[in-house]
Every structure is written in structure tokens, then in C-alpha cells.
Antibody
Framework: QVQLVQSGAEVRKPGASVNLSCKASGYNFTDYYIHWVRQAPGHGLEWMGIIYPSGGITNYAQQFHGRVTMTRDTSTGTAYMEVSSLRSEDTAIYYC???????????WGQGTLLTVSS | EIVLTQSPGTLSLSPGERATLSCRATQTVPTSLLAWYQHKPGQSPRLLIYETSSRATGIPDRFSGRGSGTDFTLFISRVEPEDSAVYYCQHYGTSPSITFGQGTRLEIK
């Protein structure tokens, strides 16, 4: 079955960077786009961007341009997202999600809690 | 960018009652690009409805969606305790640019 397994919780200081991972299984990794979505405490879902695993093309939400970099490793079926210049407002649960054929997000990772605190 | 506004903010119902959740867009949204998700505390979001009215795999037929233009609705015909969650509508825009509504919290009394 389709599974997206994300890396474990992270704690960083303001100004630092973090690299989150999302390992896909149960399907051909290069056939489906991967999105990243976050949820800050007390807030709703916020879309961050998309990566096309087959060619590595990315598109980021405007508010994350310059601070977010999405990459992938097709040999392991893993998507990555680096967030730099972290601030306390980046404290959130970060999800990766697979885009189905409709389009919509038909499978989600379990989420990674990122805490940014001095 | 299209903005999605959901109402009500919170909905409190008793088991067996019908839930009506609204999602209004600032511009016309193609029905093929509107989806609904259920998000329970401590869990990942789950796709309920795609293309406005199609149920995702494994979703009970108590859940249904309808709408066109700028107005979309998620219905739960007879709510159950396990339906307690936050529900989000989502628009899949060009480039792409994805937007979510702010969510409706459904509480089961």
C-alpha cells in the first residue's frame, strides 16, 4: 500500500536550518508529485510547495521563496525539504503528501514536528 | 490568488444530525479542482472528497459534496462521534498554487 514515512521530530534555534525527509513506498515514486504542507499550533493547513520527482522541478508558495528548497532522491524514493533562516513562527507540524490523479492529496505522511526555540 | 472562506467556524451537533459545511471562494473554482479533507488531532489529514463530489477510497457514503462556481458544501448525513474533526476545503490552482480554507471544527455533543 502507499506509504509516506517522514523523519523524526527536530528542534532548532532561530536562524538555523533543518532538512526534513519523506520516504515513499508502495508505488512508483517518479509517477506522482509530492507536496509539503504545514500546520502551526492553533492554525490551519498551509501549502508550502511541490516537487515533481521525475525531473526535480519545484514550485514554492510565494511566502517561502528563498527560504525553502525541495529536492528528491529517486534512487531511494525520498523527498526532502530544507527550511533555512528558521524563526519561532516556523514551529509547526510539517507534512508531505502525494498528489493523486484528480488532483488532490490522496496520501499523507505522519508529519514531523519542528520546534524552533532559543 | 483565490481565497477560500469556510463557515461556520465551529459546528456543534448531536449524533444522528446532519452537518452542512460551507466553503466560499473569491473567484470561480472549477469543480474538478475542489477537495475536502478531515483532520483529527494527532493524525494526518485524510482526503474525503475530490473534484467537488467524488468520495475518496474508503469514505462512507454519509459524506457527500456539492457545489459550483464560488459555493461548495460538504454534507455529513448523520454525524457520528468519530466525525469530530476539523474539515478543510482545498483549491488546486494554476502553477500550481494550493489554498486551503481556514477550517470548520465539527464537535459532536
Amino acid at each position: 500500500q502507499v506509504q509516506l514515512v517522514q523523519s523524526g521530530a527536530e528542534v532548532r534555534k532561530p536562524g538555523a536550518s533543518v532538512n526534513l525527509s519523506c520516504k515513499a513506498s508502495g508505488y512508483n515514486f517518479t509517477d506522482y508529485y509530492i507536496h509539503w504542507v504545514r500546520q502551526a499550533p492553533g492554525h490551519g493547513l498551509e501549502w508550502m510547495g511541490i516537487i515533481y520527482p521525475s525531473g526535480g522541478i519545484t514550485n514554492y508558495a510565494q511566502q517561502f521563496h528563498g527560504r525553502v528548497t525541495m529536492t528528491r532522491d529517486t534512487s531511494t524514493g525520498t523527498a526532502y525539504m530544507e527550511v533555512s533562516s528558521l524563526r519561532s513562527e516556523d514551529t509547526a507540524i510539517y507534512y508531505c503528501a502525494r498528489e493523486g490523479e484528480d488532483p488532490s492529496f490522496d496520501s499523507w505522511g505522519q508529519g514531523t514536528l519542528l520546534t524552533v526555540s532559543s | 490568488e483565490i481565497v477560500l472562506t469556510q463557515s461556520p467556524g465551529t459546528l456543534s451537533l448531536s449524533p444522528g444530525e446532519r452537518a452542512t459545511l460551507s466553503c466560499r471562494a473569491t473567484q470561480t473554482v472549477p469543480t474538478s479542482l475542489l477537495a475536502w479533507y478531515q483532520h483529527k488531532p494527532g493524525q494526518s489529514p485524510r482526503l474525503l472528497i475530490y473534484e467537488t463530489s467524488s468520495r475518496a477510497t474508503g469514505i462512507p457514503d454519509r459524506f457527500s459534496g456539492r457545489g459550483s462556481g464560488t459555493d461548495f458544501t460538504l454534507f455529513i448525513s448523520r454525524v457520528e462521534p468519530e466525525d469530530s474533526a476539523v474539515y478543510y476545503c482545498q483549491h488546486y490552482g494554476t502553477s500550481p498554487s494550493i489554498t486551503f480554507g481556514q477550517g470548520t471544527r465539527l464537535e459532536i455533543k
